[in-house]
């Protein structure tokens, strides 16, 4: 750790250029880093650093070769896999129990000598590759990080489904099941990927990649992290039509998963989905990917699934933040929840719901107070929202209702 171990592997793929009789020793290199998945720093492994070389680097300069190792790690890492298997056997029949890497490596470099020089010569054909089904989902996770965001490669596409579709179903078990389970790294590691790689796709293609999360939504314990990685993307990543994209495509998942409560997650799931996470920039008040078009949107959700407390919280919480330019249109949101006939004052409200409501209704009446005082529809809206509150306990509304009155 800290000895530059990281820049030594990155600044590889920069040899090809001005040294191009390095190059197989470059890719061969690159390619035996990959197969290391010993730890190096926090939340880090060897292998992680040939990641970042091939991705931020090969990729732009010879993609042809960044494919062939893409490729080849596909091809042999079943095989470095049995090969440690082999070696883990043999040590223990001798009474040594450390295992090292870089010794397997050795190994494996000679044993497989022939399948390596296939690699180096890109003469590997995706058609050589063995089933995804039988693979190591870590080692698939690591393959998909390596592949180039808006690539137009078929055979990349078809992987980023299959492996999708893969995640989608590998719901949390029990322990005495012998079926695989994913460690949250593994899991993290292919959201956060595959966030980028979606938004950066082409928009035709932006179905195919999510349908495998729609499909089994009910099924995955993890939606509220979808989310999350998803917006973390996109504020910096700025696709907003493709964002909206992927949003719309959840939409029936969420009025689902409000209908229902005997999801995963169902709370930090909608809070997440309606911008309403934890992690915005204190103070922040706006959102480059939230325009006016939005506003019918979040129109939609709370006439659809305003009943549910997660969404009356999100709501209440995104007009005080990032939304707030929706302030006007937000008042009569709430107040439409809470004069449906939906009586969410018997309801279990979430944390911080009360807080959020007064803040918005008197924030929004010190602005416009004239405006309140004056328009019928503005004034029947805010006394529905001061009256739900004053119901709840709320001193500064009832001071706010006898200033409106």
């Known amino acids: 750790i800290g000895d530059g171990l990281d820049a030594a592997i990155n600044a590889l793929p920069l040899l090809i250029q001005p040294l191009p009789e390095c190059r197989d020793d470059v890719k061969g290199m690159l390619l035996l880093s990959l197969l290391d998945r010993n730890p190096v720093g926090m939340n880090q492994r060897f292998a992680d650093h040939a990641v970042s070389a091939i991705l931020n680097t090969l990729w732009k300069t010879n993609p042809e070769d960044a494919n062939a190792l893409f490729l080849g790690y596909l091809r042999l890492q079943p095989a470095y896999e049995k090969l440690c298997e082999t070696v883990l056997r043999e040590n223990r029949k001798k009474g040594v129990y450390e295992f090292h890497h870089f010794t397997v490596i050795q190994r494996f470099a000679a044993e497989y000598e022939q399948e390596i020089e296939q690699v180096l010569r890109n003469e590997l054909t995706p058609d050589k590759l063995p089933p995804s089904a039988n693979a190591n989902v870590d080692a698939l996770v690591t393959a998909f990080s ?99 994209d992927v949003w719309d495509l959840f939409y029936p998942c969420i009025l689902a998963l409000c209908q229902r409560s005997a999801y995963f997650h169902s709370s930090s799931t909608v809070h997440n989905y309606l911008l309403a996470w934890p992690w915005w920039r204190k103070n922040a008040k ?120």
Not at 167 to 193: G, P, W
Not at 380 to 399: D, H, K, M
Request: hydrophobic share 40%; charged share 30%.
């Open 286 to 405: 706006d959102w480059r990917s939230l325009k006016d078009r939005e506003k019918g949107f979040f129109q939609r959700v709370a006439r659809d699934i305003g009943s549910h407390p997660a969404v009356l919280y999100s709501l209440a919480k995104l007009l005080n933040e990032i939304g707030s330019g929706f302030a006007s249109d937000g008042i009569f949101w709430v107040s439409e929840i809470l004069k449906r006939g939906v009586n969410l004052a018997d309801e279990k409200l979430e944390t911080n719901t009360i807080y959020y409501v007064e803040n918005l209704v008197r924030g929004f009446v010190l602005r416009n107070h004239h405006k309140v005082r004056t328009t019928p529809q503005i004034k029947a809206a805010i006394l529905v929202i001061l009256n739900f509150l004053i119901e709840q306990g709320s001193v500064t509304a009832y001071l706010v209702r006898e200033d409106v009155l």
């Open 146 to 244: 390596l592949l180039p965001l808006g690539t137009k490669d078929l055979h990349h596409k078809a992987f980023a489904i299959e492996l999708t579709a893969m995640m989608a179903k590998r719901v949390k078990r029990t322990s005495r099941d012998d079926e695989e389970k994913i460690d949250y790294n593994t899991r993290h590691c292919f959201l956060q990927k595959f966030a980028y790689f979606v938004l950066s796709a082409d928009r035709a293609d932006i179905q195919a990649y999510v349908q495998p999360l729609v499909d089994n939504f009910k099924i995955i314990d993890y939606t509220e992290d979808i989310f999350q990685e998803f917006v973390s993307a996109e504020d910096k990543l700025n696709k907003y039509d493709g964002f909206w």
